[in-house]
């Protein structure tokens, strides 16, 4: 069984970034039938650079404010079995299409993704990022995948069929992050969402705690936007999911506890310092080193290179844990309570 496949671009101001992303997909060993770019009214050269790679350009009337927008809007141009939406930074492998398309030949399939790792690891934020990752994507994601439940399909390189898509009323406005919602979504109704561990993708992570912090904001307050809508049809309709989803909420409430652990030990009932911390810290190494250093053989990764990020990434789960618990207060508590509306504005986590 063979599909057509559309690339759908989302872009505001991408001019820097845009050019690799394009070449990545016209560079597949089995091609896109389309590749469109939405211009969403950038003030740099955007347009220009999509032209100049010869693909499809739309540009809105006006800005649409979001990524969900921005797809919906490219959405109605797509005439192609397949739709996949690429961020503007995202880079995929050569074979991406190719591997994407065969979990579609099971009718039960709505969405699929694939692996997703950092394309820079220059920064303190982005070297974090790429442990979370590693471990995400090789450790949690393939466990979910085996129990026919992931938690979500990336949103920066998923493929949806297009005429289902379209009849659920295209990419989800409701929440801050249509990804999630959308998976969450199709499994509810029945529908299969699938991980495609060797289809490898590229994203550009923030940079910098600026923007490490809107992105994070964003995803938690995403989370448990879906939380509240999505959680009582899980009950009935996906409970493996939800245990998934409860999973991620414990690791939240207790992350704290975790991380002070240390210091409670040490100021509160007077244990050792070297003791304590090199018990808190061969811990944490006997939890995160052997996914990591599989996912290192796995994708012929250098180990000294991997286990070198690792302390980075403290850096963003203090960050992490902070937004989780201001999402999950905002979402969970203050939303229902008609005290705020919650996150409705998109930001992008990056310059």
């Given at each position: 069984m063979s599909f057509s496949i559309t690339a759908l671009v989302p872009a505001h101001n991408e001019e820097q970034g845009l050019g690799d992303t394009l070449e990545s997909l016209l560079a597949q060993t089995e091609p896109f039938d389309e590749i469109i770019v939405v211009d969403d009214c950038s003030t740099d050269r955007t347009w220009e650079v999509a032209l100049a790679y010869g693909v499809t350009v739309i540009t809105p009337d006006s800005n649409q404010g979001s990524k969900a927008k921005a797809q919906n809007y490219g959405l109605a141009s797509v005439r192609t079995d397949l739709v996949l939406p690429v961020d503007a930074d995202t880079l995929l492998a050569p074979d991406y299409v190719e591997l994407i398309k065969v979990p579609f030949r099971d009718g039960r399939v709505a969405v699929a993704a694939g692996c997703v790792q950092t394309r820079f690891e220059n920064t303190a934020t982005e070297r974090g990022r790429s442990i979370e990752y590693l471990f995400g994507f090789h450790f949690q994601r393939p466990i979910q995948n085996a129990a026919n439940s992931p938690v979500v399909c990336s949103g920066c390189c998923s493929a949806f069929r297009t005429d289902e898509l379209r009849r659920f009323g295209g990419f989800p406005e409701r929440t801050i992050v249509e990804d999630m919602d959308y998976t969450w979504s199709k499994q509810i109704e029945?529908?299969?969402?699938?991980?495609?561990?060797?289809a490898m993708a590229w994203a550009a992570d923030p940079s910098d705690l600026k923007y490490l912090r809107k992105q994070v904001w964003r995803w938690m307050a995403g989370f448990f936007q879906n939380v509240r809508i999505h959680s009582r049809h899980m009950v009935r309709n996906k409970p493996l999911l939800l245990l998934w989803v409860l999973i991620a909420v414990w690791d939240i409430l207790t992350a704290p506890l975790w991380y002070a652990?240390?210091?409670?030990?040490?100021?509160?009932?007077?244990?050792?310092?070297?003791?304590?911390?090199?018990?808190?810290?061969?811990?944490?190494?006997?939890?995160?080193?052997?996914?990591?250093?599989?996912?290192?053989?796995?994708?012929?990764?250098?180990?000294?290179?991997v286990m070198r990020n690792l302390p980075y990434v403290y850096l963003n789960k203090m960050v992490n844990v902070w937004y989780a618990w201001r999402a999950l207060i905002v979402e969970l508590v203050a939303v229902p309570l008609k005290l705020t509306q919650g996150l409705c504005v998109y930001e992008k986590g990056r310059a």
């Open positions: 029945g529908r299969k969402a699938v991980y495609v561990g060797d652990m240390p210091f409670v030990l040490i100021f509160g009932m007077h244990q050792s310092v070297t003791v304590t911390l090199l018990w808190w810290a061969v811990a944490e190494l006997v939890l995160l080193t052997p996914p990591l250093l599989y996912a290192a053989r796995r994708r012929k990764l250098p180990y000294l290179r």
